[in-house]
């Protein structure tokens, strides 16, 4: 299988790492490329890109991996090398290998995520622009959140989707009555360092049957928009849920608020996928406008 990466990233990974020996695809990924290497220096795994398509993804990656890893609250993959070539770019780390959950893994990961929330700075965003899945996401300085919240999440994506036909002018209509309510129906908070994308398929068990946390897309964020994002795809455990409240609690309406705060990953599936997600995305727009 070794055949099947390019040229370029082969020679880059032999470069650094020695002899491939083998390599082993991954199943799930649906942007990028990627699997287990076996190397003369080891076993890692990695991935890569058109970096025409998708310019510093992995940079971005790098750079998220690295605050996560940071204030030393959940574990990250090591990232050993990062390649930006002229036709691909890829990103070599540590590989991870899986086990089943321990008995404590939701009160665990409850734990891991009120600490990593609790690492906050003085303004909402982040120094870099990055991804949420193969979008762009925005990260401007913002002293307000709900600034933020409009200016970097939800008015790109809008836009996105009214230049690709998937929303018309009523829709942008009521979006614009829904942009107008938000300032009184969400709360202000310190930002809170948060993994940006959390599902299920971005958090792994590690083998001693811990939370692992892979593909973020960081930024300083409200850190209800972290708990609203898990529960967009099925959720997880309820001990995770009612763990982290008794940890570091959530205003009283936070329910509510996590049906707003998802409109943006639905506005970002609109526009990867268009489908059902439209009219996701419209229903709670409508009812908050």
Not at 120 to 137: A, P
Not at 153 to 172: C, I, T, W, Y
Not at 227 to 250: K, V, W
Request: hydrophobic share 35%.
């Amino acid at each position: 299988m070794i055949n099947s990466i390019p040229q370029e990233i082969l020679n880059f990974c032999e470069s650094a790492f020695g002899e491939l020996q083998s390599f082993r695809p991954a199943s799930g990924g649906c942007i990028n490329n990627g699997g287990r290497i076996e190397t003369e220096k080891g076993e890692f795994f990695m991935k890569w890109n058109a970096s025409t398509t998708f310019p510093k993804m992995f940079t971005a990656e790098s750079m998220g991996l690295k605050l996560l890893a940071e204030p030393q609250c959940i574990q990250v993959p090591e990232v050993l090398e990062v390649y930006e070539g002229s036709q691909y770019s890829c990103i070599v780390m540590e590989h991870i290998a899986t086990g089943p959950k321990a008995k404590t893994y939701w009160v665990d990961l409850a734990e891991a995520l009120a600490c990593l929330h609790k690492t906050t700075r003085s303004k909402y965003g982040l120094d870099h622009h990055n991804y949420i899945g193969s979008l762009h996401q925005y990260n401007h300085n913002e002293d307000r959140w709900v600034d933020f919240f409009i200016n970097n999440r939800l008015l790109p994506q809008v836009k996105l989707a009214l230049e690709h036909g998937r929303f018309n002018r009523s829709d942008m209509e009521k979006y614009s009555r829904f942009e107008r309510a938000l300032p009184g129906l969400l709360k202000e908070e310190k930002p809170a360092l948060a993994h940006g994308d959390l599902w299920s398929g971005n958090l792994m068990t590690g083998p001693n049957g811990n939370p692992v946390l892979i593909d973020p897309a960081v930024a300083f964020v409200h850190r209800e928009t972290e708990l609203a994002f898990t529960r967009l795809f099925g959720g997880f455990d309820r001990e995770f849920y009612e763990s982290y409240q008794n940890i570091l609690p959530m205003e009283p309406g936070y329910e509510e608020r996590f049906d707003i705060y998802n409109v943006y990953p639905l506005l970002v599936h609109v526009n990867l996928f268009g489908g059902g997600y439209y009219q996701q995305a419209m229903n709670t727009i409508t009812r908050f406008s």
